[in-house]
Structure formats: C-alpha cells, structure tokens
C-alpha cells in the first residue's frame, strides 16, 4: 500500500523532472534566439513585423493603437568605400528604425534612398558618368518627405521621427526643416534627425564609411560588409573614406554600443512625440 503512492510520486517526480528539463531545454533556446537577434540587431527578416509595408491590415491597427508613432527613414545609393553596401546610409537608419519599433513600438515607412548633394562619387577605377552620384534635388525629397508626413497626420498618427542617414548638413537641415515646417500646421508632432547625432554617450561621432558607419553596418548587416576589398597596406589612400580607419578601428561589437544606444534614443524620442 505504502509502495503504490511512492511509484506513483516517483512516477509524478520523473514526469516533472522531465518537464523541467524541457522548459530549460525551451529557455535556453529562446535565450539563443534571443541573443542571437541581439547579436544581428534585427538584421534580416527574423524578429517581429513592424513595416508599414509587411504588415497585414490587423496587425497594422493594433500596432497603431498601441503606439502611433511612425519612422521615417531617409538615405541615399551612394559610394561608401570597397568595403560597405551602396545603400549604407538608409539600410542602416531602415534597420535601426526597424530594431527601435520593435522595442517601443510604432510602425516603420519604406526607406527614401533619396539623398541630396553633396555626395561622394564613386571610386575612379569604375569610371561611371558624372561619378556614379545619384541624387535629386532638394525641393523633390523636402516635397516626399513632407506628403509622407501629410499621410500620416491625415492616418491619424500622433509622431513622427523622419531619420536621415545621409548626412551633408544640407540633407540634416532639409529633414529638420520638413519637421519643423510640419509641426507649426499640424496636430501630429514631427521630429528630423540624423543618426550621426544619436549615441554621442558611446563616443559616437558619425563619419563616412569610416571607424563608425562600418562598425554600425558590421553590427547590423555583416552580409554587406567587406573589409577585405580595402587596401591591405595601411598607408594607402582608401577612395572616400573619411574618418577613422575602419580596417583597423572598426568592429562589429562598437557597433553592437552603438546600436544599442541609438535604439534607446530613438525610443525615448518616440515616446515623447506621442505623448507631448
Ligand atoms: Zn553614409
């Protein structure tokens, strides 16, 4: 009699004990997956929806409901050296928008690769007409960015951070002017930024393709990073490059600070815009 409750229990122990091990089994895959998002701040496809342009129509409204707040990420197809992608400067405000919306909320427009002069043309060696520069003149990208805006406010969002990666002073004044000019007409509340003014507690100054931007694309994209196109021997002269070395002060764990402290920032701006 005594022996039954005690197979039993050894039974229920067995059972529990196994349970446990596959709710640990379970954390230490989520810690994983979770580090390993951290890691890739967000690159690629693998975290949760945020994009205006990928979410379904209920998704959108209960992200909507929750924080209605909008990112609007502006860049430019530009030279950023051998080593990073064409599209660094809105791949990487598009990511960080992406990777902020996921931590505080709000819904993610579709990058503008649009970006103003002055730009970098292309390395000499390619010989593509006028330099390889792309771009449009200021009053076309102040009049997108303003009818995005103009959308937004008639949608009914309440902020509105429009982030500028391409970042002469000219496309820096032209965002903040697109905001300013907004905010004076209209109930939604805009800000215009750039990410070379985010992270400054970690040191972060920006550059272009230099120690920072390629540390940043490093920590959020490796695939379109590669440091091996650059000269090898350290005095020669890197074709638009300008700022730290990056062969030799760039690394995928500044970025990861870097990144980590512009996300904050971005939310913490976010949150005030909406509930200013
Ligand atoms: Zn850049």
């Not at 059972?15 to 690629?44: H, K, N």
């Not at 660094?88 to 690769?113: H, M, S, W, Y």
Request: net charge neutral.
């Amino acid at each position: 009699m005594t022996r039954q409750p005690c197979r039993r229990f050894v039974g229920w122990s067995v059972a529990l004990l196994s349970c446990m091990a596959c709710a640990a089994t379970a954390l230490i895959w989520l810690a994983g997956t979770v580090a390993s998002g951290t890691e890739s701040a967000g690159g690629a496809q693998s975290g949760e929806v945020v994009e205006y342009k990928l979410l379904l129509p209920h998704q959108f409204k209960e992200r909507f409901d929750k924080m209605p707040l909008a990112y609007v990420p502006v860049g430019s197809l530009e030279w950023h050296g051998e080593h990073l992608c064409l599209g660094n400067d809105g791949v990487k405000v598009e990511t960080l928008c992406r990777e902020a919306a996921r931590q505080g909320g709000g819904i993610v427009l579709p990058c503008v690769f649009l970006g103003i002069p002055p730009m970098t043309g292309w390395g000499s060696k390619y010989d593509l007409g006028k330099s390889g520069i792309f771009f449009v003149e200021p009053e076309l990208l102040q009049r997108i960015l303003t009818a995005e805006l103009e959308n937004l406010d008639r949608l009914g969002f309440k902020g509105a951070i429009v982030i500028t990666g391409h970042y002469p002073q000219e496309q820096v004044d032209l965002v903040k002017k697109v905001a300013a000019d907004f905010k004076a007409a209209h109930g939604m509340k805009a800000a215009g930024i750039t990410d070379r003014d985010l992270a400054r507690s970690v040191g972060h100054t920006g550059d272009h393709a230099g120690k920072w931007e390629t540390s940043i694309l490093m920590a959020l994209h490796p695939e379109l990073v590669d440091l091996s196109r650059l000269p090898k021997e350290p005095g020669q002269r890197m074709e638009g490059v300008f700022g730290g070395d990056p062969r030799t002060q760039a690394s995928a764990e500044l970025g990861r600070k870097v990144v980590a402290a512009m996300v904050l920032e971005l939310c913490e701006l976010g949150k005030k815009l909406v509930t200013r």
